[in-house]
Protein backbone atom coordinates (compact mmCIF):
# COMPACT_ATOMS: atom_id res chain seq x y z
CA UNK A 1 0.00 0.00 0.00
CA UNK A 2 0.72 3.42 0.13
CA UNK A 3 2.97 3.94 3.89
CA UNK A 4 4.67 0.53 2.25
CA UNK A 5 5.91 2.85 -0.39
CA UNK A 6 6.54 5.94 1.84
CA UNK A 7 8.32 3.88 4.20
CA UNK A 8 11.15 2.25 0.96
CA UNK A 9 11.86 6.42 0.55
CA UNK A 10 13.68 5.83 4.15
CA UNK A 11 16.04 3.52 2.85
CA UNK A 12 16.52 4.79 -0.74
CA UNK A 13 19.92 4.84 -2.01
CA UNK A 14 18.47 8.18 -3.16
CA UNK A 15 19.06 11.32 -0.86
CA UNK A 16 16.21 13.09 -1.77
CA UNK A 17 14.28 10.59 -1.04
CA UNK A 18 15.26 9.88 2.25
CA UNK A 19 14.82 13.79 2.35
CA UNK A 20 10.88 13.84 1.71
CA UNK A 21 10.63 10.95 3.74
CA UNK A 22 11.64 13.25 6.72
CA UNK A 23 9.40 15.89 5.21
CA UNK A 24 6.32 13.24 4.84
CA UNK A 25 6.74 12.46 8.56
CA UNK A 26 6.67 15.81 9.79
CA UNK A 27 3.48 16.90 7.23
CA UNK A 28 1.98 13.62 9.05
CA UNK A 29 1.91 14.90 12.99
CA UNK A 30 -0.98 16.10 13.83
CA UNK A 31 -3.02 14.49 10.52
CA UNK A 32 -1.96 10.97 10.61
CA UNK A 33 -2.82 8.63 13.67
CA UNK A 34 -0.27 8.68 16.40
CA UNK A 35 0.22 4.97 16.56
CA UNK A 36 0.58 4.55 12.58
CA UNK A 37 3.32 7.56 13.28
CA UNK A 38 5.29 6.20 16.06
CA UNK A 39 5.29 2.33 15.00
CA UNK A 40 5.46 2.39 11.70
CA UNK A 41 7.54 5.99 10.41
CA UNK A 42 9.51 7.03 13.57
CA UNK A 43 12.05 3.90 13.71
CA UNK A 44 12.78 4.34 9.78
CA UNK A 45 12.83 8.05 10.57
CA UNK A 46 15.00 8.19 13.69
CA UNK A 47 17.71 6.42 11.89
CA UNK A 48 18.18 9.65 9.45
CA UNK A 49 20.26 10.96 12.73
CA UNK A 50 23.09 9.05 11.26
CA UNK A 51 22.78 9.68 7.73
CA UNK A 52 25.47 10.15 5.41
CA UNK A 53 24.05 13.51 3.90
CA UNK A 54 24.03 16.84 5.62
CA UNK A 55 20.29 17.72 3.55
CA UNK A 56 18.61 14.69 4.80
CA UNK A 57 19.90 15.47 8.62
CA UNK A 58 18.84 19.09 8.56
CA UNK A 59 15.07 17.99 6.67
CA UNK A 60 15.28 15.99 9.92
CA UNK A 61 15.84 18.66 12.19
CA UNK A 62 13.19 20.53 10.80
CA UNK A 63 10.66 17.69 11.24
CA UNK A 64 11.64 16.90 14.61
CA UNK A 65 10.96 20.59 15.50
CA UNK A 66 7.60 19.73 14.28
CA UNK A 67 7.14 16.81 16.62
CA UNK A 68 7.87 18.56 19.48
CA UNK A 69 5.48 21.14 19.34
CA UNK A 70 2.71 18.15 19.39
CA UNK A 71 1.89 17.25 22.90
CA UNK A 72 1.69 13.51 21.39
CA UNK A 73 5.10 13.27 20.56
CA UNK A 74 6.75 16.34 22.68
CA UNK A 75 7.72 13.81 25.31
CA UNK A 76 9.32 10.71 23.85
CA UNK A 77 12.94 9.92 24.63
CA UNK A 78 13.63 9.00 21.25
CA UNK A 79 12.64 12.42 19.95
CA UNK A 80 14.72 14.35 22.53
CA UNK A 81 18.04 11.95 21.91
CA UNK A 82 18.02 12.55 18.62
CA UNK A 83 17.81 16.23 18.94
CA UNK A 84 20.70 15.93 21.24
CA UNK A 85 22.78 14.04 18.90
CA UNK A 86 21.67 16.75 15.71
CA UNK A 87 22.84 19.36 18.07
CA UNK A 88 26.41 18.15 18.28
CA UNK A 89 26.38 17.14 14.56
CA UNK A 90 29.88 17.79 13.00
CA UNK A 91 27.94 19.68 10.21
CA UNK A 92 27.58 23.11 11.18
CA UNK A 93 23.78 23.95 9.37
CA UNK A 94 22.43 20.80 10.65
CA UNK A 95 23.80 21.68 14.23
CA UNK A 96 22.38 25.24 13.61
CA UNK A 97 18.64 24.25 12.78
CA UNK A 98 18.85 21.53 15.32
CA UNK A 99 19.05 24.27 18.37
CA UNK A 100 17.27 26.89 16.73
CA UNK A 101 14.12 24.65 15.45
CA UNK A 102 14.10 22.45 18.27
CA UNK A 103 12.98 23.20 21.53
CA UNK A 104 14.08 20.00 23.87
CA UNK A 105 16.92 19.15 25.37
CA UNK A 106 17.88 15.64 26.07
CA UNK A 107 20.19 16.72 28.75
CA UNK A 108 17.53 18.73 30.33
CA UNK A 109 14.91 16.41 30.26
CA UNK A 110 16.11 13.48 30.18
CA UNK A 111 15.07 12.21 33.88
CA UNK A 112 12.00 13.47 33.59
CA UNK A 113 10.62 10.04 33.21
CA UNK A 114 8.91 10.84 29.57
CA UNK A 115 8.60 7.61 28.13
CA UNK A 116 10.48 6.11 25.48
CA UNK A 117 9.05 4.68 22.37
CA UNK A 118 11.84 1.63 22.43
CA UNK A 119 12.80 2.92 19.02
CA UNK A 120 16.56 3.47 19.44
CA UNK A 121 18.17 2.32 22.63
CA UNK A 122 21.06 4.66 23.76
CA UNK A 123 24.86 3.26 23.40
CA UNK A 124 26.13 1.66 26.16
Known amino acids: GVLAEIK ?3 TNPRWLDRQA ?3 ICGAFVGVVDKSVVTEELLPLMLMMVDDSVPN ?3 ELAKALAVFQKDLAYAGLKDLRDAVGTL ?3 PDTEVCKIAKLLCAFDSEQHSSCGF ?3 GLRSPLK
Open 8 to 10: LMA
Open 21 to 23: YAQ
Open 56 to 58: VRC
Open 87 to 89: RKD
Open 115 to 117: PST
